[in-house]
């Protein structure tokens, strides 16, 4: 009973975020079908070859030290960041090569990177409020799924969004030096960030390290905010040209930046949702033909979203 409440409540917890996630992305969302894989790579393959790596690590730690202080914070402050890291990081990075036309925003990397890390977070969760109950019964559960689903519960998406940001600058970059940078920066910053979490629960006071916690996910939120803001003012500046050739009307652009609209079109229909979701894309499309040029038939993705504009504007009111 206490295995499938720790499941429940962690699974539970981890839907919850990932509607949270998907609906922060409102104005191009990314495919439903990529992000249940990048969350089930989370799930899978990032929490399970964790699991088996930081153990086989940490065994070779303490063979070679003798000291099982020591080896437990080697795994937690060094071997841990870097294994997980590496393995939500992969996720994203397939997603980079093989959908790579799916990378339309930094927003993007952010959401694929916070996919992969809300499917190891509910494994991983689970897994200790499981221990909290072998150690203090109903209790310990109760106290472990406070601290892990609530208290520390976007631990693991801040970290791996910085390797989705830095993939996203990459893409979205013509210059090669930038390029190269961006990638293994991002990278670096994610692992430093857990690194700077496990280190702090081990050798600060519980509060200081809470506070630290908090102010880094707010900053972090604070900067998705000003994403979604940029992007509304991509749309107002792409879209604009499609209300003077006559394939927008006014209130359809009005409608096509709004985040009301953009959220709640899937209600309004098939046709509506549709139309506005190909506002986004069209926009998102334009942005990138300006950065990085025609790169796999820009130009021609943009002459067809405008024609898939064209067949839905008699289906949508305004």
Not at 113 to 134: C, H, K, P, S, W
Request: proline letters at 3%; glycine letters at 8%.
């Amino acid at each position: 009973m206490a295995l499938l409440t720790a499941i429940f409540l962690s699974f539970a917890s981890a839907f919850v975020m990932v509607l949270f996630v998907n609906w922060l992305d409102r104005y191009e969302k990314e495919p439903l079908l990529l992000m249940l894989a990048a969350f089930l790579w989370g799930v899978v393959i990032a929490a399970g070859g964790a699991y088996v790596i930081n153990t086989v690590l940490g065994l070779g730690v303490y063979v070679f030290t003798g000291d099982e202080t020591l080896t437990d914070i080697t795994t937690v402050s060094l071997i841990a960041p870097f294994v997980e890291e590496s393995l939500k990081g992969l996720a994203v990075l397939i997603v980079f090569f093989l959908f790579h036309k799916e990378f339309d925003s930094i927003l993007d990397g952010i959401i694929y990177a916070a996919m992969v890390a809300l499917g190891f977070a509910a494994t991983e969760n689970a897994i200790y409020i499981i221990r909290g109950y072998d150690a203090n019964g109903w209790m310990g559960l109760v106290e472990l799924a406070w601290i892990r689903l609530v208290v520390v519960a976007w631990q693991h998406p801040f970290y791996t969004a910085f390797t989705g940001i830095g993939l996203a600058v990459a893409r979205l970059n013509r210059n090669i030096l930038v390029k190269l940078v961006a990638i293994p920066t991002g990278f670096a910053l994610a692992i430093f960030a857990h690194f700077l979490h496990n280190s702090m629960a081990i050798f600060l006071p519980d509060i200081l390290g809470r506070l630290t916690d908090w102010l880094g996910w707010f900053m972090m939120g604070g900067f998705i905010v000003w994403l979604i803001y940029h992007e509304r003012n991509l749309m107002k500046k792409h879209l604009a040209d499609e209300v003077t050739s006559g394939l927008l009307t006014p209130t359809q652009y009005q409608s096509a930046m709004s985040p009301f609209t953009m959220s709640f079109a899937v209600f309004s229909g098939l046709a509506t949702h549709r139309f506005y979701q190909t506002c986004g894309e069209l926009a998102h499309k334009k942005e990138q033909f300006a950065k990085v040029g025609e790169e796999s038939g820009n130009s021609a993705i943009i002459a067809s979203l405008r024609a898939q504009l064209a067949s839905l504007r008699p289906q949508v009111r305004g």
